[in-house]
């Protein structure tokens, strides 16, 4: 015959605890999502933000499209 353990209410709130702890598998229709998932849970650094920031500014703004280049309009 088995025995039953009987739990003390702080063993039975250590358990709840640790379960609500544990990752919860989720499951996703496309790559995409789980990229804009994962982007929402992410935070950048301060240091990476500023650095990304600077890159943009220095960027070259992009030429004529390439239509306008063919038509020859401005």
């Known amino acids: 015959m088995k025995q039953q353990k009987t739990y003390t209410p ?3 709130q250590q358990a709840s605890e640790a379960q609500s702890r544990q ?22 650094p301060l240091g990476v933000t500023h650095r990304l920031n600077q890159t943009l500014r220095n ?10 280049r063919w038509l020859g309009r401005q």
């Open 59 to 68: 960027e070259a703004s992009p030429g004529r499209p390439w239509w306008r």
């Open 10 to 12: 702080q063993e039975q």
């Open 23 to 44: 990752t919860v598998a989720r499951e996703f229709a496309s790559v995409e999502e789980m990229l804009r998932y994962d982007a929402k849970q992410a935070r950048v």
